[in-house]
């Protein structure tokens, strides 16, 4: 069982820079590939950005490459996510999510799920 918390969200304007934190809660934290979701009104669910248990894989949607970078503490049971250059179109709620499955796009592949967290940008 993982519990996932976020925070670090807010209204920035465009150009601005965020960082979202998760706080995972579970022994078994080191070994699931976490995930950064996002959630605009109207839309769909939407992948951001992954990362591997040991870090050592990562993966980005087009939109967000270059400027988004994922990372985690297995110490710390925390995984990060840095926004820079944000955009309007970047507004959503963000989700932190952990699979035990595997590494995917695919929110069904994801067993636990955050609150979420608003983030706002504005132009």
């Known amino acids: 069982q993982v519990q996932l918390v976020e925070s670090g969200g807010g209204l920035v304007q465009a150009g601005d820079s965020l960082r979202l934190s998760c706080a995972a809660s579970?022994?078994?934290?080191?070994?699931?590939?976490m995930a950064w979701f996002r959630q605009a009104p109207g839309k769909e669910r939407e992948f951001v950005a992954f990362?591997?248990?040991?870090?050592?894989?990562?993966y980005y949607t087009d939109s967000v490459k270059g400027r988004f970078t994922i990372s985690r503490d297995n110490a710390k049971n925390t995984v990060t996510l840095q926004m820079n250059r944000l955009k309007p179109e970047d507004t959503a709620v963000y989700y932190c999510?952990?699979?035990?499955?595997?590494?995917?796009?695919?929110?069904?592949?994801?067993?636990?799920w955050g609150q979420g967290t608003q983030v706002t940008v504005s132009s």
């Open positions: 579970g022994r078994t934290f080191s070994s699931y590939t």
């Open positions: 990362i591997s248990w040991s870090s050592g894989t990562t």
């Open positions: 999510a952990a699979s035990s499955y595997r590494q995917s796009f695919d929110p069904y592949e994801y067993n636990y």
